[in-house]
């Protein structure tokens, strides 16, 4: 990202800037070269003299430092709070779980907010399975059953669409429930995540992919694969039980 440029706006004085820079370091390497003082003292005296000089000559040149800004309000700018269950996660030595720390980021009055509502339409947004605005991130209640991170970024980014977007701010521990093949940023602004939680000493047991397949036939069993993954059970045993839900009818007819 560019953040500046250095312009010279008199370079008609490069050659006369030069010349003043070698001939006054001849000059002064000629005078302190007579001077009875000793060699180390004399090479600090010319340094110091040629920094001197090449300050001058770079005054010369009207050097002019330029930067760029975005429009106070001509561009919006989005916050992402992640508002499902495993913010409810306390880390190894942590008093407060994550939804705790990024609420309290979030709602208390921050001169970073202040300053981002200073140069952009700031819009809020909760997201689980689905995403939905918010106002001031008091309605965190981290309850949400999924973490749908690439849908929720699609949703914005539809949300959005050929609206100036300067970035996004995401606030997640990135435990996301989805495929990663989901995560799809194109035609996105730049995202910036702010991590929460550690993986280190967290024992975490999560279902990846569940396929089921089932014949034509009404006696033939039905198969289910699942893809278990888990982190601090190495050498322990993990028992998995597969529950029957009975399903209630939707509806009834006279």
């Not at 993954?229 to 009975?246: H, N, T, Y």
């Amino acid at each position: 990202m560019l953040i500046g440029a250095l312009f010279i706006s008199a370079p008609g004085w490069l050659v006369p800037a030069l010349l003043l820079f070698a001939l006054g370091g001849i000059v002064s390497f000629l005078g302190y070269r007579k001077s009875p003082v000793s060699w180390g003292l004399k090479t600090m005296l010319l340094s110091l003299r040629l920094a001197g000089l090449a300050a001058i000559a770079f005054c010369l040149l009207e050097p002019m430092w330029t930067s760029t800004r975005p429009k106070a309000g001509a561009n919006y700018f989005a916050i992402l709070a992640d508002n499902s269950q495993s913010m409810q996660i306390h880390d190894a030595g942590q008093a407060r779980s994550r939804g705790e720390a990024v609420k309290t980021l979030l709602t208390a009055e921050a001169p970073w907010q202040s300053r981002l509502g200073d140069l952009f339409q700031v819009r809020k947004y909760l997201f689980d399975t689905t995403l939905q605005s918010t106002r001031d991130f008091s309605e965190l209640g981290f309850e949400g059953r999924a973490t749908s991170l690439g849908g929720s970024l699609k949703s914005l980014r539809e949300r959005f669409k050929g609206q100036p977007v300067a970035g996004i701010l995401l606030f997640s521990d990135v435990n996301a429930t989805e495929s990663e093949t989901s995560l799809d940023l194109t035609g996105l602004p730049p995202v910036f995540p702010v991590i929460s939680g550690r993986s280190e000493g967290l024992s975490d047991i999560s279902v990846r992919n569940v396929s089921v397949s089932q014949t034509a036939f009404e006696d033939a069993p039905v198969t289910i694969q699942a893809d278990i993954a888990s982190a601090g059970f190495k050498g322990k045993k993990i028992e998995a039980r597969l529950v029957e839900l009975a399903s209630r009818p939707t509806g009834t007819t006279n």
